[in-house]
Structures are given as C-alpha cells and as structure tokens.
C-alpha cells in the first residue's frame, strides 16, 4: 500500500472509529460508549478496534487470550462482552471471580461456566428457549415426514 495507490494511512482515535463505522456501525457505537471505548478515545490507553480484531481479517477475538496482552488476570473474561465493558460489567466480573475463588478454596475445579449471575439470566433463558425451539422444529418436521411417507 503506497500513497500513490490512495493509500492514507493508518487511521488512529475518533478517525479509526470513523472508518471502522462505515462497516460496522453497530459495534463501533458499543465500543465508543464502553469504559474501554472512551479510555481509546481520550488516550488513555484504551485499545484500538485492531488491538483485539486486526484490520480486515474480521475475526472473534479468543476471550480471555486475547485480553492477555493487557491484562493479567483474566479469569471470568470468557462470561463478559469485552465489547460493552462499564461498570456493572466490571461489577458483575467482580461476583464471577468470587465465585471461581471460591470454588477453588474448596478444593473444587470450577466450572467451566460458573453459574450466570442476575445480568445474564436473559441470555441464558433466551439460549436455552432457542435451542428448545430448534429441537421441537426437528421433531415436528420428523413427525411430518414419517406421516407423508405412509401416505
């Protein structure tokens, strides 16, 4: 990429907002308005949209393996939206933490996914509610083809 090829060069603060919004309105918006978001905004070390996703390659992050470049302990980050980080989301890793302490100063392995706190309740009902609807949908188009076959 050169300057002669209209090559600009790297966007940097509200300017890489700016371009990573053409695409990605959406989460540019719930980056810009998380703790993280505004500390990128107001250098203060906040990361960049391409400190966890690299420009272009458009990959999910590995929470907590990426956060690890910034931060030591990670513990409980696989269970937040890295996306949306304010202070109930710092509150609610606080609780998950206790929780994994815990387990561990009982001599017992932690869960994988340790029990969701109040927050995440909707998202645990409301994935439990979809996979309950993809398997009635099976069901339902299983029962329709063994009563079409006997026919």
């Known amino acids: ?61 590995e929470v907590p393996k990426v956060c690890e470049s910034c931060h030591k302990d990670t513990s409980g980050f696989d269970q937040i939206d890295p996306m949306n980080v304010n202070i109930t989301t710092i509150n609610t890793l606080s609780r998950i933490r206790i929780k994994i302490a815990g387990q561990k100063a009982r001599g017992n392995k932690p869960p994988l996914m340790p029990e969701f706190p109040e927050e995440l309740d909707a998202f645990q009902i409301g994935f439990v509610a979809f996979g309950a609807v993809i398997i009635l949908f099976i069901i339902g188009y299983i029962t329709y083809m063994l009563l079409e076959k006997r026919r």
């Open 1 to 61: 990429m050169s300057k002669s090829n209209g090559f600009i060069g790297v966007p940097v603060g509200k300017a890489m907002f700016d371009t990573c919004s053409q695409c990605h309105s959406e989460s540019v918006d719930r980056y810009a308005n998380s703790i993280m978001g505004k500390a990128y905004l107001d250098n203060k070390g906040g990361p960049s949209c391409v400190t966890c996703h690299d420009a272009h390659h458009n990959s999910m992050p």
